[in-house]
């Protein structure tokens, strides 16, 4: 009789089911490779807008700055052209008769005895050749000048289809990241083997329980 009883244990003992954690690690070992395919797909995708979303304006700023300064580099050489001719226009004042004779007849106004003076109107009103220029408008480029070629053709290519535009607008920023923060975590949620592992041994508990209640 014991020896009845014990063989019935040992036969109850291997028709218990397996632990959860146990179905978890089974089931989690026969994830499949469009599931693993679809987890690095949402992962690439949060990354790729998360790093749009950031990085573009920033990359915007920059190439705007840059072409501000090479503008205001240009205006600089221009002003220190024109300092070292007015020092030497002073240089000849001071030691050239010639020059000092041309300055009272264009500035005083004085002529020779026996001159007449027809005095025609300047193409250009007085002062505005040493008017400072306004500095250049910004460009709005997105990548500045001295990168391969092939960023320049990468952009024109996004450009014309409209891919640039939308995460330069700081209206659209915050919808962004929060379409990244969503993929990362649906895939972090459905698409790693612990939780397809956990998914499938809640789905074969249930149904288990149904076949019991049945």
């Given at each position: 009789m014991e020896q009845v009883m014990d063989a019935g244990?040992?036969?109850?003992?291997?028709?218990?089911?397996?632990?959860?954690?146990?179905?978890v690690q089974a089931v989690a070992a026969r994830v499949t490779w469009p599931q693993r395919g679809l987890f690095l797909l949402f992962v690439l995708t949060a990354f790729v807008l998360f790093a749009a979303t950031v990085l573009l304006p920033v990359l915007r700023d920059h190439t705007e700055l840059l072409e501000e300064e090479r503008a205001l580099?240009?205006?600089?050489?221009?002003?220190?052209?024109?300092?070292?001719?007015?020092?030497?226009?002073?240089?000849?004042?001071?030691?050239d008769p010639v020059t000092n004779e041309?300055?009272?007849?264009?500035?005083?106004?004085?002529?020779?005895?026996?001159?007449?003076?027809?005095?025609?109107?300047?193409?250009?009103?007085?002062?505005?050749?040493?008017?400072?220029?306004?500095?250049?408008?910004?460009?709005?480029?997105?990548?500045?000048?001295?990168?391969?070629?092939?960023?320049?053709?990468?952009?024109?290519?996004?450009?014309?289809?409209?891919?640039?535009?939308?995460f330069l607008k700081p209206s659209l920023r915050a919808m962004w990241l929060l379409m990244s923060a969503g993929l990362l975590v649906a895939a972090f949620v459905l698409f790693t083997p612990r939780a397809i592992g956990r998914l499938n041994a809640v789905g074969g508990t249930s149904q288990s329980l149904n076949a019991a209640t049945s």
């Open positions: 244990r040992s036969m109850d003992d291997r028709l218990e089911p397996a632990a959860p954690q146990d179905r580099q240009a205006r600089i050489a221009q002003l220190e052209d024109c300092v070292a001719r007015a020092v030497d226009f002073a240089a000849n004042m001071a030691d041309r300055l009272a007849r264009i500035e005083l106004g004085y002529t020779r005895p026996g001159e007449t003076v027809v005095r025609v109107p300047p193409a250009i009103e007085p002062g505005t050749a040493n008017r400072p220029r306004p500095v250049r408008p910004r460009s709005g480029a997105l990548l500045p000048r001295g990168w391969p070629w092939w960023t320049y053709t990468a952009e024109n290519w996004a450009n014309q289809r409209g891919l640039i535009e939308p």
